[in-house]
């Protein structure tokens, strides 16, 4: 290969190296946020959790309480 040849294809990937770099850092940086909003999710579906088990186990006043009344008149 001549000494230009091995100029243009060192030129050819210097530039497609730097072309592509542009897309590396989007992917790794879309990566780190969807990383970041799942951790800042977590809490907030743990506390859901917590809400429903604590709401499910307990009873229903008010409707034991309409069962057995009487409608106003």
Same mark, same amino acid.
């Given at each position: ?22 897309? =590396? ?14 951790? =800042?999710?977590?809490?907030?579906? =743990?506390? /859901? ?20 009344? /009487?409608? /106003?008149?």
């Amino acid at each position: 290969m001549s000494r230009l040849g091995r100029c243009l294809a060192a030129g050819l990937l210097a530039g497609a190296s730097l072309g592509l770099s542009g897309c =590396v850092v989007g992917t790794v940086v879309g990566a780190a946020v969807d990383v970041g909003v799942e951790v =800042v999710k977590v809490p907030f579906k =743990v506390g /859901k959790g917590i809400y429903d088990v604590m709401k499910d186990d307990a009873p229903d006043k008010t409707k034991a309480a309409d069962a057995g009344a /009487k409608p /106003k008149e």
